[in-house]
């Protein structure tokens, strides 16, 4: 929150300021008053998942999905090659990082052309259920994706339910 706030303020200096004063800010990083990074968890499951992507917020507590924390799915898996993560971290406020979701193509209930590779598409809905997007590639490269899907997870991580749509190529 610290973040949009500060952002915000940055907006509305530059808005208040006359041309030559706004000109001034571009030649400074907006990011350089920002000082007060404070770490307070990894996003590295003990599966050595990498490069966290999507990022949900948890509005409401539900099962294992706790309010105020934030979900984040894992683009790459313990080899840094795109596409092949497995797994969604649930990040506490306080900096307490659990495994919400470890996902296998076996343990789908339904299609995911390729298999599971996590992507940036992640939502938490209040009704406690979780919905991440499958971009899976065999090799970390866009030349083997195959079509993925969506996969929706009830609130305890578990994957209940497949969504995908085949569309024909136009003529």
Do not use: H
């Not at 590295?44 to 990022?55: A, E, K, L, Q, T």
Request: glycine residues 12%.
């Amino acid at each position: 929150m610290r973040l949009s706030i500060q952002g915000f303020c940055f907006v509305a200096v530059i808005l208040g300021t006359g041309a030559s004063q706004a000109a001034d800010f571009d030649k400074r990083a907006f990011i350089q008053n920002l000082n007060n990074i404070k770490t307070i968890g990894s996003t590295i499951p003990s599966n050595g998942d990498v490069n966290p992507y999507g990022v949900a917020i948890v509005r409401q507590t539900a099962g294992n999905l706790k309010e105020g924390s934030v979900l984040v799915s894992n683009f790459n898996a313990s080899s840094n090659l795109q596409g092949t993560g497995t797994t969604i971290d649930q990040i506490s406020s306080n900096g307490d990082v659990q495994v919400f979701a470890q996902l296998k193509a076996a343990d789908l209930p339904g299609p995911c052309p390729g298999g599971v590779g996590l992507t940036t598409a992640l939502v938490a809905l209040s009704s406690g259920l979780v919905i991440v997007g499958s971009l899976p590639t065999s090799d970390g490269t866009s030349a083997t994706a195959k079509a993925g899907c969506l996969i929706v997870l009830n609130s305890k991580g578990q994957p209940i339910s497949t969504m995908w749509i085949l569309c024909p190529l136009a003529p």
